[in-house]
């Protein structure tokens, strides 16, 4: 069923949302002080061609410089990316069809919102990995 509601996003939305990351991630990772926020946008890049199946996770030892990443990042973009992903998710969830896709924008919430500390894992057979801490 992942399968086919992944494949079902990516014609609907998936594409267009990774390759808007992955320009955003190269025009910050041009700009030498960018290269943090590029791999943040490249990663929600990979998250946004694939987002069934897997879920978004805090990393063990986030540290301080992720702490200061995120404010950096929540002050210049997380907000309005966050609004978007949130607007989004819920015109798709006004359909029947697009509830599934509106569900996978939420999931995306706080990764576009907060990257810095996350990690995007792929589920097991039993739902998540053992050590893994959930974002909700």
Known sequence: MGVILNLIW????GIELAIA?????VLLTITIVGIPFGLQ???LAG???W????????SKTPGAIAAVGNILWVVLAGWWLALAHIVTGVVLCLTIIGIPMGIA??????LAFAPFGREVVARGANGLPDDAVTVR
């Open 10 to 13: 990516l014609i609907v939305a």
């Open 21 to 25: 990351y992955v320009l955003a991630g």
């Open 41 to 43: 946008a490249f990663k």
């Open 47 to 49: 998250f946004a061609l």
């Open 51 to 58: 987002p069934f199946g897997r879920a978004v996770v805090r």
């Open 105 to 110: 924008n939420f999931k995306m919430t706080s």
